[in-house]
């Protein structure tokens, strides 16, 4: 199971980091980055064209300084590492790009080389071509001044006056032109002018000098300059930005298209998941249905529980009443049963003087008619006395006859007999009513009476009852002491003694003794029953008392005589207690209390 | 042919600004556009905890291999920004081989160092800490030995994520470099206030235009944005003799045959205060350098009246440094 929940978990963690993979594709692509980009690229381009104005400017003039060409160098750096940050990870992927920005790169250090070497040479040609009118000028002044002090005027002062204002004009033209071939005269006439230069006097040659030098740094300079210029605007610089351009594009392209594709796979794998989901909330869905349908199941079955307990509750009270029944039913047969044994002993009990009464009545009836005959004659003798003399005879004939009787009664002693016969009778009849009287003792269907009853007198009254059971096999020694009377059922306990004492026969197997003990003990009375039997073997010994428990024949014994007895003594508050030897015999003890206040209403269940 | 082509290209795109220039913005920036040079104005975007540091720093002889020297020692803010000998003393007074620039406005420079190989301050940095005859060290060194220093660690982890490391050192020693604008009279004048020059400083200035110094020596610094040969118009290191390295100039840097010679002009602002002159010291008065200027790079003679109407003027270049800027002398 837990095998399971970390394959599943593993699972839907591979399913997540597929998720999070293309999720991190689709937003590699920064849109920010790639519109700075080309906006660093726009601006490369306009600053590159504002250096190249700026440049142009100080060709011109127009500018004074060379702040203007020297500071947006600062900001094209600054560019530049921005770009070159920017496109250093793309420039990895792509080789064109890598190579257009180098190139770029190495096209504007070589602007900035040439620019500074621009700077440089127009400064320089700036100041001479500014300073060249001055110098001719202050040359002109010079030989006009030393002309002015001679009274002649020296052609050669006038021709180098002339050809120095040429030469101004020339170098004007020069400058403003772009023209190359206008450079070689100009030489030309500067080394004619060199050479001529030492035939001025000093104060004219120096001013010369001054010329020469500068319309030289002019006519030198000027191509130069024109030809630093020409490679700094022919520098490949929008060419290489639109390389870089058309580079990153091209990357960027891919990576839109990577983009897409990664988008496009996006939307797929979310929509799988989706339907995945979906799946497993309709798979939820059903899996709750079936759980409503199971608790409401549940719910239902608690509602009617409580139902089915009070019937199942009255159905065991029903089946307990029915046990309680069929328990007292079956107390009631085992004291049906004890009693039945006894009744044949009984009945025979009572057959016997019955018998003999029986006999003796016979006998006695059998002289009847001669007490009858007798008692004719002596009613007819007063008559006889009466009777004339005559008669005597007659008196004498009857009172022979009395005579006769009397005699016959006499001689045969048959009114002793009669008389024996009676009290025999009489005695058996006793013998009869004591009997009735045991057994109506020993059966009383009161039980629930309760009195002073002496324990001595009921086993004795069992023991009538048990007669026939014991005559012949069993002596019974009675060895009563002086008990208190007990409040108790008699005829419950008479039902105990009765059960234990035949028990007791049972257990004899040929003749023996049972042994009745009663004595008293602080406030507990005793009934000690010993017999000579057999025993009860150690095994079985402990289980005597349990209801149904029999060591007889299945249909001899109930197996309740024993639990009866014991439940009895003990709702009487008393003890029952067992001792037995095996072949030696058994010995029960039964201990009641004297001032018990058992509630005898209980004895229900024992009766 | 190409060439030709190129050339018109030019001059019609030469006509174009003209139009541009002449018909509508030039007239409002007309007045500075005019000037050569423009006035100087302090910055106002710096950081003041790092310029703070950088004074610091830039004072700290720890920043030498013997803590004999700091920055300061050869740039003297209070000397015009350089030590005034010929050539600066490094650790165990070790002759230097070049003259010592002014860190005064060397921000505004297009390079550093004479010979411009440099490109900005914080690389500028690096070039004194390890020469021998300079400051001789290196920066695990000076780490090793600010790390030392409670304060600086505090201080630097204020400032900086990744604290106390050799690219913030220069950093904020850049920065209070960058603070170390030195306005003056003359950009006041400039900027109108017409007597904030005398009339001869005026007549000076007039000449320095005149004479073509402000050829190279214009901008916002006068001077300090582009290489020029040292010669123009006469051979000066024929003529002085003794060539050494430092006389080679940008050559040393580009190898260019071209730049043999070639310095970045340096910016004349406290130009008075910087003796002596010139990369090599050479010049001891202004005097002398204005000769010397006056001889190899215009070609030109100048009367003692010019020179001394031109000294004024380069006299009234000397500026005052933000208050912020004004400090110690360790």
Known sequence: MSLRYFTNFVLSLFMIAILVFLYTKVQSLNIDDHYEITDTLRQHSSLNFRWNEQVLKTKLSLSSNYDSVTNPLVDLRSLQNKLNTKLSELSVESSSLKESVEQYNNSIEEKNKLIEQFKGQNAIFDNSLRYISTAIEDLVSEIDSQSSSNTKPNPTFLALKSASQTLLRELLEFNQSAQQNLAEPITEQLRILESQKKSFPDTISVKLDAVIRHALVVVKRKPEIDSLLAKIVSLPISTNIEKIENAYTAVYDSRVRDKDFYFTTLIAYAGVLLALLAFIGYRLRNSYRQLNVLNKQLTVANETLEERVAQRTEELSTAYNELKQSQAQLIQSEKMASLGQMVAGVAHEINTPLAYCHSNIDLVKEQLPDIITLFKEFANFPNLLDAPESEQQALKEGLGTIQEAMLAFEKEGSFDEMNLLLEGSLSGLNQISDMVKSLKDFSRLDQHKVENSDLNKGLDSVLVIANNVLKNKVEIIKDYGEIPKISCSPSQLNQVFLNLIVNASQAIEDTGTITLRTYSTNNFVNINIEDTGKGIPQDILPRIFDPFFTTKEIGKGTGLGLSIAYKIIQQHGGTITVRSEVNKGTQFTVSLPVNQKTDFKNFEVAA | ??????????????????????????????????????????????????????????????????????????????????????????????????????????????????????????????????????????????????????????????????????????????????????????????????????????????????????????????????????????????????????????????????????FKVPSLRNIALTAPYFHDGSAKTLRDAVKIMAKYQLGRTMPEKDEELIIQFLQSLSGELPAQAKGEKQ
């Open chain 2, 1 to 262: 042919m190409k060439i030709h082509k190129v050339l018109v290209t030019i001059c019609s795109f030469i006509s174009l600004i003209a139009v541009f220039t002449l018909s509508g913005s030039a007239v409002v920036e007309s007045a500075e556009l005019n000037e050569p040079i423009q006035p100087l104005k302090p910055r106002q975007d710096l950081n003041l905890e790092k310029v703070n540091l950088g004074k610091l720093l830039f004072n700290d002889k720890r920043l030498s291999g013997d803590n004999s020297i700091s920055c300061a020692s050869c740039h003297d803010i209070n000397k015009g920004g350089v030590d005034q000998l010929p050539v600066s003393k490094g650790v165990g007074d070790a002759s230097g081989l070049i003259n010592t620039p002014t860190v005064l406005n060397s921000s505004l420079n297009f390079r550093q160092f004479w010979d411009g190989r440099a490109s900005s301050l914080e690389e500028q940095i690096d070039g004194p800490i390890h020469m021998k005859h300079e400051m001789n060290t290196d920066w695990p060194s000076i780490l090793n030995k600010l790390k030392q220093d409670q304060s600086y660690v505090d201080s630097f982890n204020k400032v900086y994520k990744n604290g106390l490391q050799a690219d913030n050192i220069k950093d904020v020693i850049s920065e209070y470099e960058r603070s170390l604008i030195t306005p003056s009279r003359f950009d006041r004048y400039l900027q109108g206030q017409k007597d904030a020059i005398t009339e001869n400083e005026i007549k000076g200035y007039e000449l320095f235009k005149r004479y073509g110094c402000v050829a190279c020596h214009q901008g916002v610094n006068i001077g300090g944005n582009m290489y020029q040969l040292f010669g123009v118009m006469g051979d000066y290191f024929k003529d002085r003799g003794n060539i050494n390295d430092s006389d080679l100039g940008h050559f040393n840097v580009s190898k260019n045959e071209q730049d043999r010679h070639k």
